[in-house]
Nanobody, 123 residues
Framework: QVQLVESGGGLVQAGGSLRLSCAAS????????MGWFRQAPGKEREFVSA???????DYADSVKGRFIISRDNAKNTVYLQMNSLKPEDTAVYYC?????????????????WGQGTQVTVSS
């Protein structure tokens, strides 16, 4: 049974940093793209970042230059380093796995999802 567990969320002041982790279990995802999405109250789930099996990355314009996605295949874990956080980054953050080598910005193209971790940025 595949399970994705996010951690690292919390409350931080604007300008601060957080590092999210997503540990996968049940199978190895070294040949899969992994992604991060977020959903704020009353809004649709939106793409944040994705990383391919080979480590190539993609970011939403809203986080480019502030967030860094990385992966450790030995630990079956993907990370999201979030710097210079803004109040508009407040959301539940989800990690996801796509059954493909390369990432996508479309949530519907990801098969496995974590339960989410809350990130709150105060002004």
């Amino acid at each position: 049974q595949v399970q994705l567990v996010e951690s690292g969320g919390g409350l931080v002041q604007a300008g601060g940093s957080l590092r999210l982790s997503c540990a996968a279990s049940g199978r190895t995802f070294s040949n899969n793209a992994m992604g991060w999405f977020r959903q704020a109250p009353g809004k649709e789930r939106e793409f944040v970042s994705a990383i391919s099996w080979s480590g190539s990355t993609d970011y939403a314009d809203s986080v480019k230059g502030r967030f860094i996605i990385s992966r450790d295949n030995a630990k079956n874990t993907v990370y999201l380093q979030m710097n210079s956080l803004k109040p508009e980054d407040t959301a539940v953050y989800y990690c996801a796995v796509r059954t493909s080598l390369y990432g996508s910005s479309r949530p519907s193209e990801y098969k496995y999802w974590g339960q989410g971790t809350q990130v709150t940025v105060s002004s």
